[in-house]
């Protein structure tokens, strides 16, 4: 039988967050602001960065001493999604980061992003916590009125958004800002929303996103940031558009449970995947979620793998599905030591 991977001390996971946004938008001007940042605050920063070509010229605009992989001639949700997880592993284990900011391509379809950084939480602890998308107003609006599809992959990129930053607010008179904010907003409707010019933004924008969960004691509304007693609070603490869980599974479990818990997954999570040692079976398994179908796949793991569940949806509930996780696991642990203390005791 193979061996299960220890979780008997699991370290904390390091903080992922994807920067999305058409080619031009403001992505690395943000991006830079987001390493003075956590530099101020005494965290470790690592970036990935994807260009279409062959040269990497925004890299160029970043601190030299901020740890960097780079990933050219290609993009990272398509030609070279497959060498993200192995970029990502490759950043953790030399520099050991204390949050990790993707810098991805202007074409890139965040869908495939968020599917490419998940799938690295079973050779290492990340967890994807945010997807930011900055919006080029002038370009937003201008490709509003001729369609096709760059105006698609805009809309795909918001969509995406866990949080939205329209830049370049400068360049719109106020009735085209207020139009180009009603897109976004119809498109996203959960997603908070800042309004830039040259993509400068607040301190606050950035509080708790090198924790190890986000929006753990403040989230923003619109731009401002809500305490725990803010009477926004309670209406959008917990509902970020389109997410991403991990959970590290703690154990083994009945695969008849565990598939009747897959079954009755929230209709907002529309995407799974992961990695699980069943107590009724030997081996582990590679699971696929989808469709409302669950698969799963005898594998042999090479080199240390995890046993992990990846989430992936719309502003479902992620603490109440981590408390049906746990009990899940909880029942399935007291289970398998009752099952023992029979077998031992005849």
């Known amino acids: 039988m193979e061996q299960?991977?220890?979780?008997?001390?699991?370290?904390?996971?390091?903080?992922?967050?994807?920067?999305?946004?058409?080619?031009?938008?403001?992505?690395?001007?943000?991006?830079?602001?987001?390493?003075?940042?956590?530099?101020?605050?005494?965290?470790?920063?690592?970036?990935?960065?994807?260009?279409?070509?062959?040269?990497?010229?925004?890299?160029?605009?970043?601190?030299?001493?901020?740890?960097?992989?780079?990933?050219?001639?290609g993009c990272i949700c398509c030609t070279i999604r497959g060498d993200l997880g192995m970029e990502l592993k490759s950043l953790l284990d030399e520099h050991?980061?204390?949050?990790?900011?993707i810098e991805s391509t202007g074409a890139a379809n965040p869908l495939e992003m968020i599917d490419g950084v998940t799938e690295t939480s079973m050779y290492t602890y990340v967890e994807l916590q945010s997807v930011i998308t900055v919006v080029d107003g002038p370009e937003l609006l201008a490709?509003?009125?001729?369609?096709?599809?760059?105006?698609?992959?805009?809309?795909?990129?918001?969509?995406?958004?866990?949080?939205l930053v329209v830049n370049k607010a400068d360049l719109l008179a106020p009735e085209q800002l207020v139009e180009v904010e009603q897109l976004v907003r119809e498109w996203n409707a959960y997603a908070p929303l800042t309004v830039t010019v040259r993509c400068a933004v607040e301190p606050a924008f950035f509080e708790g996103?090198?924790?190890?969960?986000?929006?753990?004691?403040?989230?923003?509304?619109?731009?401002?940031v809500c305490s725990e007693g803010c009477s926004h609070h309670e209406e959008h603490a917990g509902h970020e558009h389109v997410m991403a869980?991990?959970?590290?599974?703690?154990?083994?479990?009945?695969?008849?449970?565990?598939?009747?818990?897959?079954?009755?997954?929230?209709?907002?999570?529309?995407?799974?995947?992961?990695?699980?040692?069943?107590?009724?079976?030997?081996?582990?398994?590679m699971f696929q979620f989808a469709y409302r179908e669950l698969e799963c796949f005898r594998i042999r793991p090479q080199g240390q793998v995890n046993d992990v569940a990846v989430f992936i949806g719309e502003h479902f509930e992620k603490d109440e599905l981590q408390s049906r996780l746990a009990k899940l696991f909880s029942d399935a642990s007291?289970?398998?030591?009752?099952?023992?203390?029979d077998k031992l005791s005849n």
Do not use: W
């Not at 050991?96 to 900011?101: C, E």
């Open 143 to 163: 490709r509003s009125r001729k369609g096709g599809r760059t105006f698609k992959l805009m809309q795909d990129q918001i969509r995406c958004a866990t949080d």
């Open 334 to 341: 007291d289970g398998y030591e009752a099952g023992r203390m």
């Open 209 to 224: 996103r090198g924790q190890s969960r986000l929006y753990s004691h403040t989230h923003r509304h619109d731009g401002h």
């Open 96 to 101: 050991q980061p204390d949050v990790v900011l």
């Open 245 to 285: 869980l991990t959970y590290y599974l703690p154990g083994r479990v009945d695969s008849h449970k565990f598939e009747a818990f897959m079954k009755q997954l929230p209709e907002e999570v529309y995407r799974a995947k992961g990695i699980v040692a069943f107590s009724d079976l030997q081996g582990r398994f």
């Open 4 to 73: 299960q991977a220890d979780h008997t001390n699991v370290k904390q996971k390091v903080p992922v967050h994807l920067l999305s946004g058409f080619l031009g938008s403001g992505k690395t001007t943000l991006l830079n602001q987001a390493i003075h940042y956590y530099q101020a605050a005494y965290l470790k920063v690592a970036v990935i960065m994807n260009e279409l070509g062959e040269v990497n010229l925004d890299g160029q605009f970043v601190d030299e001493h901020v740890p960097m992989a780079e990933m050219l001639g």
